[in-house]
Structure formats: structure tokens, C-alpha cells
């Protein structure tokens, strides 16, 4: 009877202990996997990163907004011809050149708003090249390292069942975290795209300010939120770039639970700061 007890616990002890290697190595795979692909997804330009929906923005900016952006356009080029005039004390100081002015940033004005898809693709595609340039500050992995995790077992095996349950416990919700600071990671990435993709949908409108010095400060507004969400994507590089040097700085040691806790709380440092790369962007080009 003994002997069949002991069997039975060496048997649940077996299946806890292989439990335990599956979930800290699942968890590792969690986090190399959404990490290291933070690097590329930064520096993928919006035409590239999903083209379906590119194209889709591209349409409905050329079919619906830009009809609206012109309209918005002659408006202002009329009110800055009636400013040009009563300048000029209504004519009565007469001077041919206002209106080769007028003309001629007009011109420039109908030549943004034509061409502001352009504009805005090469003010990414100038933040994707820094990006680019910018990946070799990531000298270390972003891998956490999971090799020492064999060694483990004869430690797990050498556990009474009732501290190997707390510990499946312990393990299982900081997978749980781990697995949502992921999720999260990947919200950060995707949630920046769908907002630049949201911008680029409504250019032609705030290209079509430029026409008039007052006006003006919409378009220059919008061009400072672009840059800033282009440089967004260097200052998560940086952001992943801190993360890969400390992350090398944990070891599994025999804490696991302990290492894992620190490596849950790098976690969280990363997805606190990928989540103010956006604010800090916006105050450093003073976009509103």
C-alpha cells in the first residue's frame, strides 16, 4: 500500500514538475516573440505594413475627402484674395503684384493638396530610415533567456507536492500577466498604425489650410502630429532597446518564482513606457 503511495506521488509529482517546464517555456515564447518583433513593425512604412487597408484610406481620402478639401481650398483662396485687397486700402493703393502673389500661392496651395499623399508617405518614410539606421542600438536580445530552465527540474523533482502547487499557482497567474503585457505590446504597436492610418485618411483637409497665413496653423498642427507619430516609432525602439539590457540582467536562478517576478516586472516597465512614447513624441514637436 506504501509502495503504491508512493508511486502515485512520484506519478502526480512527475505531472506537476512537466506542467511547471511547459508554462515557463510557453512563457518565454510569449515574450521573445511580441518583443522581438517590435523592431521591424516600427520601421514598416503604412503602405507596407498592411496595404489592404493603405489602399482602402487612400480611396476614401481621394473620393470623399478630397471633393470637401477642395471646396475648403477655394474658400480660403478667396478669403485671402478679399485680405489682399482691403490691404491695400480697397484698390485704392494700386498694386499689380498682390495679385501675382495671390496667384502664385494659390498654385502652391492646389500643388500641397494634390500632392499630400506624397507628402505625408515621405515624412514616414524619413522616420522608417531613422528607425532603420537606429537598430543596431539594440545590441543585446531581446530573448529572455530560457536555457538554464532544464537545470531546474531536479530542483522542481526535489519539491514536496504541496510546495510544487503553489508554485504551479504562482507561475500560472504570472503567466497569465506576462501573456497580457504581451497583448498589450501588441496594442501599442497596432493602436499607433491604425492611428496613423487614421490621419492619412483625412489629409487633404488640413493641406488644403495652407493657402491662407492664419489658416495655416491647422495644416502646420497636422504636419507636427505626423512627425511625431513617425519619430514615435524611434523612441519604441529605444524603449525595446533599454528593455534588451535588462532583461539580460535576469538570470533563473533556483527563485524561479522570484526571477519570474522580476522578469514580469521589466514587463510592465516596457508597456509603461511604450505607452508614453506617444505623449513624449507630441511634446517634443509640440504637436496638439
Not at 494700386?94 to 505625408?120: G, P, Q, R, S
Not at 526535489?158 to 497569465?176: H, P, V, Y
Not at 516596457?270 to 506617444?278: I, M
Amino acid at each position: 500500500m506504501e509502495r503504491i503511495f508512493e508511486q502515485m506521488t512520484s506519478w502526480i509529482k512527475g505531472w506537476i514538475v512537466d506542467a511547471l517546464m511547459v508554462l515557463l517555456e510557453g512563457m518565454f515564447d510569449s515574450i521573445n516573440d511580441q518583443v522581438g518583433q517590435v523592431a521591424s513593425d516600427v520601421a514598416t512604412s503604412p503602405a507596407s505594413f498592411t496595404p489592404g487597408v493603405f489602399d482602402l484610406m487612400k480611396q476614401v481620402s481621394n473620393n470623399a475627402i478630397m471633393p470637401i478639401a477642395g471646396m475648403v481650398l477655394t474658400f480660403i483662396a478667396c478669403y485671402e484674395l478679399i485680405q489682399l485687397v482691403i490691404a491695400h486700402n480697397n484698390l485704392a493703393n494700386f498694386e499689380t503684384w498682390i495679385f501675382f502673389k495671390w496667384i502664385f500661392k494659390t498654385c502652391i496651395a492646389v500643388m500641397l493638396i494634390t500632392n499630400c499623399f506624397d507628402i505625408t508617405m515621405a515624412i514616414f518614410d524619413v522616420a522608417g530610415n531613422v528607425i532603420t539606421n537606429s537598430g543596431g542600438i539594440i545590441q543585446s536580445s531581446t530573448a529572455v533567456n530560457g536555457s538554464q530552465l532544464e537545470t531546474l527540474r531536479e530542483t522542481l523533482e526535489a519539491m514536496d507536492i504541496g510546495g510544487l502547487l503553489s508554485m504551479f499557482g504562482e507561475i500560472f497567474l504570472i503567466n497569465i500577466g506576462i501573456k497580457i503585457m504581451s497583448m498589450m505590446v501588441f496594442l501599442v504597436i497596432y493602436g499607433r498604425m491604425i492611428e496613423i492610418y487614421l490621419m492619412i485618411s483625412l489629409a487633404p483637409l488640413p493641406f488644403s489650410t495652407f493657402g491662407n497665413k492664419e489658416q495655416s496653423m491647422v495644416g502646420q498642427n497636422y504636419v507636427k502630429s505626423l512627425v511625431a507619430l513617425g519619430f514615435q516609432g524611434f523612441l519604441i525602439l529605444i524603449c525595446v532597446g533599454i528593455y534588451a539590457v535588462l532583461i539580460q540582467n535576469v538570470t533563473i536562478s533556483d527563485d524561479v518564482v522570484g526571477s519570474l517576478w522580476g522578469i514580469m516586472g521589466y514587463n510592465i516597465l516596457l508597456v509603461f513606457a511604450l505607452f508614453k512614447t506617444g505623449t513624449l513624441s507630441k511634446r517634443i514637436f509640440s504637436a496638439q
